[in-house]
Structure formats: C-alpha cells, structure tokens
C-alpha cells in the first residue's frame, strides 16, 4: 500500500485530535474530488513498517491525548490496501488504549466485501458513499456531499 500524508496532530479529519493517514488509491474517481491526487494506487510513498510503529506510538503518546486514528484518502477500503489496513487497524485495537478509528470509503455500507467488513468490524465510525458533485454542501461535518452517512458503528 502507498500513502500520500500522515499527520500525527490533525483536528480536521474527525473529532478531537487525531493522527491521520491519507492512503493511495481510489477506483471512484469522484467528481471534484480534493484529492484526486491520491487515486493511483502507486501514487504517494510506500507504506512501511517504520510508518506503521509510528503510528502506533503516537496514537500512545501521553504528551498529546489523541482521540484515535483518521483513514482516508484515496480510499482505505480499496481492494489493494485492504491487507494493510486490515493489519494496522488490528495493531490499533492491540496495542492503543481507548482510541477510536474513523474510516471514510467511497463504497456504502451495503457494497462491502466480507474482507473490506473484516476492516468495518474493527473500527467505530464509517463515513460511507462516493462524493457528488451536484450534493456537496459545506455545512455538513465530516462529509462533502448529503449523500454521504456517518455510521456509528463501535463505541470506544
């Protein structure tokens, strides 16, 4: 898996501050996507071991108290991401204590696969559905487009 950004303090992407992960890799190819950058998956940088223990340190560092891990991207659900992702958000929930994970996927809640579900089960909150162009609406929190559902799937 390629990623493009990592921000180890970020309190845009979800509630409280986070740590967040924009990965690579996206077959919606949205309309007015801000970040049709991140579509190709061998776009970005490698995702590597040493990216990923930093994560988890800093989803553990006292000296910031972070409210858990941001996923986007690109799409974290996107069939070649799902074996790291699936990897690093069991990492979350093994070695991280009291921190949420949200997702957000182009893909609804319905169209899931059993492997991208394996993901959705591990974390709390999916913000779900492909970005419309014809819906975006920049009063929502935490989504472009109307269309879009956060689901509250886990509780911390």
Same mark, same amino acid.
């Given at each position: 898996?390629?990623?493009? %950004? ?9 509630? &409280?501050? +986070?740590?967040?992960?924009?990965? $690579? ?9 801000? #970040? $049709?950058?991140?579509? +190709?998956?061998? @776009?970005?940088?490698?995702?590597d071991q040493q990216l990923e223990d930093r994560?988890?340190?800093?989803? !553990? ?21 799902? !074996? ?13 204590? &009291? ?13 899931? =696969? =059993? *492997?991208?579900? %394996?993901?959705?089960?591990?974390? !709390? ?8 162009? %014809?819906?975006?609406?920049? =009063?929502?929190?935490?989504?472009? @487009? =109307? #269309? %879009? *559902? ?7």
């Amino acid at each position: 898996m390629n990623y493009h %950004q990592y921000y180890p303090v970020d309190v845009v992407n979800g509630p &409280g501050t +986070r740590c967040t992960l924009f990965v $690579a890799g996206c077959e919606h190819k949205c309309r007015g996507c801000y #970040n $049709a950058t991140t579509w +190709r998956v061998d @776009s970005g940088k490698p995702f590597d071991q040493q990216l990923e223990d930093r994560i988890i340190s800093d989803l !553990n560092d006292s000296r910031i108290v972070r409210q858990g891990l941001s996923l986007t991207g690109g799409d974290p659900l996107h069939p070649h991401n799902l !074996n790291t992702i699936l990897h690093l958000v069991k990492r979350v929930r093994q070695e991280t204590i &009291g921190k949420d994970i949200w997702l957000w996927t182009g893909y609804t809640l319905t169209e899931l =696969s =059993s *492997k991208q579900m %394996q993901i959705v089960e591990q974390i !709390n909150t999916l913000i779900d559905g492909k970005f419309v162009e %014809q819906l975006k609406d920049p =009063s929502l929190v935490w989504r472009g @487009s =109307s #269309n %879009q *559902k956060i689901h509250y799937l886990h509780p911390v």
